[in-house]
Antibody
Framework: QVQLVESGGGVVQPGRSLRLSCAAS????????MHWVRQAPGKGLEWVAV????????YYADSVKGRFTISRDNSKNTLYLQMSSLRTEDTAVYYC??????????????WGQGTLVTVSS | QTVVTQEPSLSVSPGGTVTLTCGLS?????????PSWFQQTPGQAPRTLIY???TRSSGVPDRFSGSILGNKAALTITGAQADDESDFYC??????????FGGGTKLTVL
């Protein structure tokens, strides 16, 4: 069965960096694009970034563009989100999601349990 | 800036039918937006119900269905059950590699 396990969250000061990981299993990781989605405390879901199956196509939400970098290591079945210049408004639970079958327009069909990032001085 | 609209809250009686909608602040939603629907209960990760307008995700019962109704995407729940009480989110693909979530609908079953 598909399993996605995020890690790397924690408390970080504004302006610092943090790297999240998402370990994938139960499917052929190297043939599916992947998403990062976040949810601030008590708020709705916000799409963050997407990466194609081979890493050749990457897109970001305007709110994180230039500060966050999505990447993947298909040899390790792992997705990453490098977050830099963190702001208090980046405080959220971060979820990774496997893209549903289909084309570049596919949204997540499986989700991890999330990892909490708290940006605070 | 693209805004995706959802009803903030809806209610349904047990066994009843309810339709949640997902619209665009400017323009109509079509299958080209690949609307998807997610269910989330407090403290839990989202669960995908529908993707690409009307494809049910694995294990999702057929009382959940997706469609385009008029100029919006729609999620219809038939035979509502108590454990359907949760938050529902839609997401639309708005082009250029970008997705936008709606603000969510809080569904009450009473």
């Amino acid at each position: 069965q598909v399993q996605l396990v995020e890690s790397g969250g924690g408390v970080v000061q504004p302006g610092r960096s943090l790297r999240l990981s998402c370990a994938a299993s139960g499917f052929t990781f190297s043939v599916y694009g992947m998403h990062w989605v976040r949810q601030a405390p008590g708020k709705g879901l916000e799409w963050v970034a997407v990466i194609s199956f081979d890493g050749s196509n990457i897109y970001y939400a305007d709110s994180v563009k230039g500060r966050f970098t999505i990447s993947r290591d298909n040899s390790k079945n792992t997705l990453y989100l490098q977050m830099s210049s963190l702001r208090t408004e980046d405080t959220a639970v971060y979820y990774c999601g496997k893209k549903a079958p289909g084309g570049v327009e596919a949204s997540p069909d499986y989700w991890g349990q999330g990892t909490l990032v708290t940006v605070s001085s | 800036q693209t805004v995706v609209t959802q009803e903030p809250s809806l209610s349904v009686s047990p066994g009843g039918t309810v339709t949640l909608t997902c619209g665009l602040s400017s323009g109509s939603v079509s299958s080209s937006h690949y609307p998807s629907w997610f269910q989330q209960t407090p403290g839990q990760a989202p669960r995908t119900l529908i993707y690409s307008t009307n494809t049910r995700s694995s294990g999702v019962p057929d009382r959940f269905s997706g469609s385009i109704l008029g100029n919006k995407a729609a999620l219809t729940i038939t035979g509502a059950q108590a454990d359907d009480e949760s938050d529902f989110y839609c997401v639309l693909y708005v082009g250029r590699g970008i997705w936008v979530f709606g603000g969510g609908t809080k569904l009450t079953v009473l």
